[in-house]
């Protein structure tokens, strides 16, 4: 790290306002050898400071957008819970920019990322929060890597198995699946796509990648990602009252994830889109209550 950069960090300048009285004092009154004593015993006091910035906050959250949508859009979200959790919102394959323009694994990856950069920042709980998709997403990844302490799921969304049996999207997903044993999972399909709302959107995208997404038995079908957490962890599942997948309540897919004492399962009054808006304050305190 260069000289100038460690002098700025925030341990340095705590601990040099507790040490430069003493090394002015040394640096006046005492012969040289001393001096030269004291201050290599002053620089290694520096250099073994704890991280004083990682520490002053607990939490660190990753904020996952839902489908169509922007990290910005999880940002008005996860900005409230600032006086608990530091956060990065990603911007997903889903987002309505990027189109699919990466399979859902390489998503995990990217989150994976994040969750090793906040562990090398010394925080003492990571906790994955995703809206619609990005609920999804944080449920797949604690499913394929499990290191995560805890998810915040608003409103989760993107139901491939739902989709599929109801012929939505059946004939590019059937192509897809053919191209990708073919050996052609380069090759560009166009599916038809369907967000909340009942809105829609035809979208191309490669065959292996469309796979990826919308396999009825593949990584977005949340029944069966859910009961491969691999550790206990806690959840917050909040749906809202309006939210179609409301009615079918727990046992959907919150009560097959691993049990944990501090999940909970919670209804809020708000429409799909609108659910992390109403449940700011359920989160918060949430967050605030879970165990160290």
């Known amino acids: 790290m260069p000289v100038l950069g460690f002098l700025s960090s925030p341990q340095v300048n705590i601990l040099s306002v507790l040490v430069f009285p003493l090394s002015l004092q040394l640096t006046i009154a005492s012969p040289p050898m001393l001096r030269l ?99 999804n ?31 939505i999207g059946r004939e590019a997903v059937d192509e897809a699946r053919e191209r990708v044993a073919a050996g052609k999972g380069a090759e560009t ?38 009961p491969r957490i691999m550790k206990p962890v806690p959840i917050l599942w909040v749906v809202g009252d309006q939210d179609p997948l409301s009615r079918l309540g727990p046992q959907y897919a919150f009560q097959r994830a691993p049990h944990h004492p501090a999940s909970k399962y919670v209804s809020v009054n708000a429409d799909h889109a609108n659910t992390p808006d109403a449940a700011v304050a359920e989160v918060l305190a949430w967050i605030q209550a879970l165990p160290e």
């Open 37 to 135: 004593v004291a201050t290599i015993f002053l620089c290694t006091l520096l250099l073994a400071a704890p991280n004083v910035h990682a520490a002053e906050k607990a939490c660190a959250l990753i904020a996952l957008h839902g489908k169509w949508a922007s990290p910005r859009d999880i940002s008005f979200f996860a900005n409230r819970l600032a006086p608990s959790c530091d956060y990065k919102a990603l911007e997903m394959p889903w987002a309505k920019r990027r189109e699919y323009d990466a399979p859902y694994p390489a998503a995990l990856q990217d989150i994976r990322q994040q969750v090793a950069a906040f562990r090398a920042d010394v925080y003492k709980r990571i906790v994955l929060a995703g809206h619609s998709f990005g609920a």
């Open 137 to 167: 997403a944080a449920i797949a990844y604690m499913a394929e890597f499990g290191d995560a302490d805890a998810i915040v799921a608003l409103a989760p969304g993107h139901s491939p198995r739902f989709m599929y049996e109801r012929g």
């Open 189 to 226: 399909v166009t599916m038809l796509d369907l967000n909340s709302g009942d809105r829609k959107l035809n979208i191309r995208m490669r065959a292996d990648v469309l796979l990826s997404y919308f396999d009825p038995q593949g990584l977005g079908n949340m029944q069966l990602t859910a």
